[in-house]
C-alpha cells in the first residue's frame, strides 16, 4: 500500500502542479499591471528623457540618405563577424569566408564612396565624419583579415578585431543619435 503523498510525487501531478503555479502568478502579474500598481521601467525611463529637438528639413534629408548606407554597413559588418565566428567553430569553410570578407570590403569601399558624395548639414558635420571614420575602420579590418589567406595565419582576424569593434563603437554612438531605438541603452 502506497501512502497518500507517493502519489503526489509521480510525474503528472507534479507537473499539473507546476502549471498551475505557473498560471496563477501569470494572473497576479497580470492582475497587478492591470491595476496600475508599481511602474513600468519603460514608463520611467520616458519620463526621464530629455526631449530632442525637432530635426530640420536638411538633417532629416540627411539622415534619410544615409539610412540605406547605413543598412548596407550593418549587414556587411554583420556577415563578416559571424563568418569569422563559424569559421573559428569549423562551420564555414576558409573559402566560404574570403568570400565574406572580400564582399563586405567592397561594400565598404561602396559606402565610403557613397559618404562622400553626401552633403551634410553643418549641424551634422561631426557625426558624418565619425560614421565616415567607422567605415574606414571596418576597412582596415577587412584588409586585415584578407592577409590570412595570402600568409596562411588566422592571427590577422585578432590583429583586425579591434579596429572593427571601434568602428562598431563609433557608428553605436553616431547610430544613437540617427536611429535612437536601433540601439537602446545596456
Known sequence: MTAPWNRL??????????VLASLA???????????????SPTTAQRTAEPRRPALTAAEEQYIRELGPI????????MRMSLGQIFYRTQDLSRAELGTRVKEALASYQAAETRLHALEPPTSLRSEHLEYLSA???????????L????DGRDDHMLVAYPKSQEGSNKIREVGGKFWPHEFPPH
Do not use: Q, W, Y
Open 25 to 39: 502568478c501569470l494572473v497576479a502579474l497580470a492582475l497587478n499591471r492591470e491595476a496600475g500598481i508599481g511602474s
Open 9 to 18: 510525487l509521480r510525474p503528472k501531478p507534479l507537473i499539473l502542479g507546476a
Open 70 to 77: 547605413h543598412g548596407d554597413v550593418e549587414r556587411s559588418t
Open 147 to 150: 592577409k590570412m589567406f595570402t
Open 135 to 145: 567605415v574606414r575602420l571596418f576597412k582596415e579590418s577587412a584588409a586585415e583579415v
